[in-house]
């Protein structure tokens, strides 16, 4: 957006941005503004806005608490914040911005609703699958309607976030949300170089993601298990940490996995590509979790399709969006080792029509996925009104 003439500046909601490559990148390039959850500025910027305008502070204060009083964690961490929020809300009143985004329709899109309402400044939230739309440890359905309705406009990543807003929202409200990918950097992820592992007898699967219940890569690692009784020779790598790593190291190590399963643990984004490369299938066994949790159409899916890596996903949520069975990969029912491992010994005994696959999948995420023309939408979508924005994908 910076590269399109859009001044950015970024709003911190932790007392600072953490060290992570983005984040660095972030912080060499933009103005940031932090703050601790509690200081002098942050109490003072309370008390102004307390003081400068009453009626907003408890009348919005009072919304908050009555949107997450279901949940006492999400409360909390909505409490949090407020004092941070008016500090921010006071320094930007007056100033020349036009618009607030919360690429997160929970805390930060209630961040830039208090701060909306103090300042007059119209914000704007990108709601998703995993974290703030059907997860309720992360969001209650109160608070993301409030939310909702209180943006000028709404982005969501995929067509199954929209059928579920159309059963939440009135039709007036779903004017003002649209479908928009988040678009995959297509000079980062290219069509591999080397045709993966062809002609190897093993075949090499690949996973992104956190290790948590909506992922699915236990079920991937049953799979797993039946792969190596079926005598089929495979590897198997994980990128990610998370609330399920013990679980799933339990599970390889008591099958006798440790040689064909390695668990990366977390990656930058830049160290991605090479595991693309070398890989012939990335695994997308996503589930709904039992906290609501779900993936929409995860980012990883389009990067490993960007590379050139036909896809063995779940027909769950939105992964069906871009994986067209026995086109560019495979799909099976969610939480189905059994299924998943007969898509994979499938197309493990197919190299030639895997080749294609991944053509076919690397020539979609060309046409329909690449970061640039996302981000030209989303400069259209800025420059002109929330009532007026372009279709997509884009007509051919």
């Known amino acids: 957006m ?19 490559e983005g984040a660095r990148q972030l912080k060499s ?29 408890f009348s919005s204060l ?20 407020f004092p941070k929020c008016c500090y921010f ?21 209630r961040a830039s609703w208090w701060i909306s309402g103090y300042t007059g400044i119209p914000f704007v939230t990108w709601a998703h699958a995993g974290a703030d739309i059907y997860h309720k440890a992360h969001q209650t359905d109160a608070a993301l309607r409030t939310v ?8 969501t990543c995929n067509q199954a976030n929209i059928v579920y807003f159309g059963k939440m929202f009135s039709p007036e409200t779903m004017k003002k949300v649209h479908y928009h ?26 996973s992104v993601g956190r290790l948590t219940e909506a992922k699915g890569f236990h079920y991937a690692i049953d799979a797993c298990v039946l792969l190596k009784e079926r005598g089929i020779p495979f590897s198997y790598r994980i990128v990610g940490e998370g609330p399920m790593r013990e679980q799933i190291v339990s599970t390889i190590e008591a099958n006798g996995l440790g040689d064909s399963i390695t668990l990366l643990g977390y990656q930058e984004q830049s160290n991605l590509p090479p595991e693309y490369e070398r890989a012939d299938i990335y695994l997308a066994p996503s589930v709904v979790a039992k906290t609501g949790g779900r993936d929409g159409l995860p980012n990883v899916v389009l990067e490993a399709m960007a590379s050139g890596v036909p896809v063995v996903g779940s027909d769950a949520v939105g992964i069906p969006e871009a994986v067209e069975h026995e086109v560019n990969g495979l799909l099976f029912p969610p939480a189905d080792p059994s299924a998943l491992a007969d898509a ?15 053509q ?34 884009p007509k051919a």
């Open 181 to 206: 990918p988040h678009g995959v950097d297509l000079e980062r992820f290219q069509p591999k170089s080397n045709g993966g592992t062809q002609g190897e007898t093993r075949i090499h699967m690949l």
């Open 62 to 81: 009072t919304r908050a608490i009555a949107d997450t009083a279901s949940s006492p964690k999400i409360l909390i961490k909505t409490l949090g914040i």
């Open 29 to 57: 390039r933009f103005r940031v503004r932090s703050a601790p959850y509690v200081s002098l500025p942050v109490i003072g910027g309370m008390l102004k806005a307390m003081v400068t305008k009453p009626g907003w502070f």
């Open 360 to 393: 076919n999948a690397a020539k979609l995420v060309q046409a329909r996925y690449g970061r640039r023309q996302c981000m030209d939408r989303i400069h259209q979508i800025y420059r002109t009104s929330a009532q007026d924005v372009p279709e997509w994908p």
């Open 148 to 155: 909702i309705e209180g943006a000028d406009f709404v982005l």
């Open 2 to 20: 910076a590269d399109r003439g859009i001044d950015v500046e970024l709003l911190c909601l932790r007392a600072t941005l953490t060290d992570a």
């Open 89 to 109: 809300a006071t320094q930007l009143a007056g100033q020349d911005v036009d618009r607030l985004m919360a690429f997160w329709a929970s805390l930060p899109a």
């Open 344 to 358: 994979i010994q499938s197309l493990a005994s197919r190299p030639a029509e895997r080749a294609v696959m991944g």
